[in-house]
């Protein structure tokens, strides 16, 4: 890839911006970037005039959303853009702009996508000095630490808007990634991951100015936002669990009869036995496959038809049994609880059975 500063464009996304996004622009303009795009994403008429300054002043190009769509939608129509108008640049990299991104990383992400084009490149924040906002040190290794534990992605800073991407990895995969707010830079990580595409990352000073409250980051709800896909997860497990338990109980009002009526065995009680296997079997299967129906479609996306998806799937819940059954017995004998040994094993089993069905079983081609 050629020249960083006129194949690279510069994409800032903004919603209410205040005096830092002209400074943001003036300070890249005048270090040579001759593409700036800027997403006004439903910003108020007061607002707009910063946008009107950077357009006279610095010849950015303004893409202009009537509404709040949010961050994902703003990031995807500058892409969309340089897709279909810009077919001299061949890269972008995305800068907040509330003024947290200094031009000298700007500049080094930019330099990174021309040397490594098949890579997505991550200006990672250092999130070890007391200064940074709570909101901020808590979210950012919270999430890092989960999305290491259930995705295997290793990475140091899983929110920054600092990123690089050629313009291949964008018409590939980042613009048709799901996501309208911040669960989209979430999803490009989940992308990346699933294509296989490479993570650079490369530290940034971090900036917070007047403790990060120019953020439109809302704690609780982009976290439900974020963790979506996993918290489906949960749901369908935890529903799978009462269909379970409901089928077992009903089955006793149907199965019965029918097998005390039509078994003359009683001795030791082993129509009774039959009666519990068979009911433990039939409302089993049930669960299983709606679980199997509701991962598949819902929480995993997969549309495939393919015979083997129902194969991994079982020989993944018949080892996690085996396995259950195995640790409950010969481990963590110090805890003489047998149910709290079960509750610990089969929540580590749970998670690591996320990662599975999404890397394995569920991975689409």
């Not at 070890?128 to 808590?138: E, G, V």
Request: with cysteine.
């Amino acid at each position: 890839m050629g020249n960083y500063l006129t194949d690279i464009a510069i994409v800032i996304p903004a919603l209410n911006p205040s005096e830092r996004m002209v400074t943001l622009v003036k300070q890249c303009k005048e270090a040579g970037f001759e593409n700036i795009i800027l997403v006004d994403d439903g910003s108020s008429i007061e607002n707009r005039i910063h946008f009107k300054t950077c357009k006279e002043l610095y010849h950015c190009r303004v893409l202009r959303h009537v509404v709040n769509f949010g961050k994902g939608m703003a990031l995807k129509s500058a892409f969309n853009h340089i897709l279909e108008n810009r077919p001299d640049i061949m890269g972008t990299v995305t800068v907040d702009c509330d003024g947290q991104h200094v031009l000298k990383d700007i500049i080094t992400c930019a330099k990174l996508v021309c040397e490594h084009p098949d890579e997505l490149i991550l200006g990672c924040r250092q999130f070890d000095n007391p200064k940074i906002p709570w909101r901020s040190r808590f979210g950012n290794k919270l999430t890092c630490r989960i999305i290491r534990l259930l995705c295997g992605i290793a990475i140091s800073d899983t929110q920054t808007g600092l990123r690089g991407m050629s313009r291949e990895l964008i018409a590939k995969h980042f613009a048709n990634t799901k996501g309208e707010r911040f669960e989209y830079e979430m999803n490009m990580l989940l992308c990346a991951k699933e294509n296989q595409i490479p993570f650079h990352e490369f530290p940034i000073e971090t900036i917070y100015l007047e403790n990060n409250e120019s953020s439109h980051f809302n704690p609780f709800i982009d976290s439900i936002r974020i963790y979506k896909v996993f918290l489906k997860f949960m749901l369908s497990s935890f529903s799978s669990f009462i269909l379970d338990i409901s089928l077992f109980y009903l089955l006793r009002f149907i199965l019965f009869p029918i097998v005390g009526e039509t078994t003359e065995i009683s001795f030791l009680g082993i129509h009774i036995l039959l009666l519990t296997f068979l009911r433990n079997v039939i409302a089993r299967l049930g669960s299983s496959l709606y679980n199997f129906t509701i991962n598949k479609r819902q929480v995993f996306h997969n549309d495939s038809k393919d015979i083997k998806i129902l194969f991994r799937y079982y020989t993944l819940c018949i080892c996690q049994l085996l396995i259950s059954t195995l640790l409950v017995d010969y481990t963590l004998h110090f805890i003489p609880f047998r149910t709290v040994r079960k509750c610990i094993i089969d929540t580590i089993l749970f998670m690591i059975s996320f990662q599975i069905q999404r890397e394995w079983v569920f991975k689409r081609n």
